[in-house]
């Protein structure tokens, strides 16, 4: 008797906790947050004296009486690098300790579908005045706060930030001067989440975040040719078709378009977007394109693809010359920078949806050079769900 009296209390507490509910945080009045640590180089004897570019992100910190952090609303812990192409989506199954952007892979209440893009690469975040903090922090697996006060301490950025409710917001900690690699905040209030961009278009801006001096000091990120680019640039793109055998045809009327001019700034104003079509091949079936890429020359004023002299990787154009290209792995071939974005189709983004196996989407992208290196950032649009 007492063991079925045993038995059924436990079934008593097994419903209990089954029943449970799970309370999730919401934010009245949200803003949206990300952030990309672009503080990108080695510690050498050029770089003794510059703060270890591993960073802590803290919004709202308390500190104690030594001026230590020891809490904050936010905190965004073992901020690394970031990675050549920032997602259009979070990966969802990311156990990795270190974040190469904020939030990553972190637990927090991400941001939704708004005005039909999505915005889950986004930290929701409470809208006002905050205090803004940046830690750099030793690269280790220990959490911040159980580092020791002394490894708490080197604070690299302290300011106030106001964040408008429902604004996305991308921020980037900077290198400012080459010279004295003094890191600082830029951030920029986006806005295509206001604009009404056609589905049938592929859209991208782009931005020059390097820091001042850096064409003229900086040392290239390796031995190839043609990877610094001059402060004042402009920019054309060609549509390519790959074969079956992995070699890229320019599409007929999308070879070497200009879409306009690049400049040097780290000035936080939006920079306008540019397009070409989502099924740029006139034979494609408009549902699925997955032999599209992309690719963008960077050619300074008095220069264009018509009369351009410079080769890749085998000549040195002195920063008047570069090229990008945007696309699956072995989309590559002699060029100083190559991004593998999509597994075939660079800015396009392919999915199941519908009915559809594979169903090719616009997107919109923002392509920034900081000192030295090309990163894409891709963000998706909604789309129908698949349906079995």
Known sequence: MNNRIVLLLLLCMMAGTACRKTEYTTIAEPAYLRIFNNLDYKISLDTKDAPQPFLTFLLDPELDADGIPVKALVT???????VPWARPYPDAVNTTLYQTEYPGSAKVLAGPVLNGYDLSSWAQMPAGKHRVMFVSRPISDVPFYELPKDLR??????????????????????????ATKTPGIYIRNENFVKQPFSDSLVYVNFYNLS??????????????????????MNVYYTLNKMDNQGFAHPITGHWGVLMGPVLRSQDPAVHPYYSFPLFGDITANKIYDGKATQSFVFLSPGYSPANNPF??????????????????????????????????????????????????????NTIEYVNGKFYLMTIQRKYEPPVY
């Open 76 to 82: 965004g812990d073992y901020l690394d690098k970031r």
């Open 153 to 178: 301490s080197h604070i690299i950025i302290d300011t106030t930030i106001e964040f408008i409710s429902r604004e996305v917001y991308t921020m980037h900690i900077l290198e400012k001067d080459a």
């Open 211 to 232: 820091s001042v001096g850096h064409f003229e000091t900086g040392k290239p990120a390796n031995e190839l040719y043609n990877q610094k680019i001059r402060d004042t």
């Open 311 to 364: 080769m890749q990787v085998s000549s040195e154009s002195k920063g008047h010359f570069t090229e990008l290209r945007v696309g699956a792995d072995g989309y590559r071939g002699d060029v100083a920078f190559s991004l593998p974005a999509d597994i075939l189709t660079g800015m396009v983004v392919t999915i199941r949806s519908g009915k559809y196996l594979n169903r090719s989407f616009a997107t919109i």
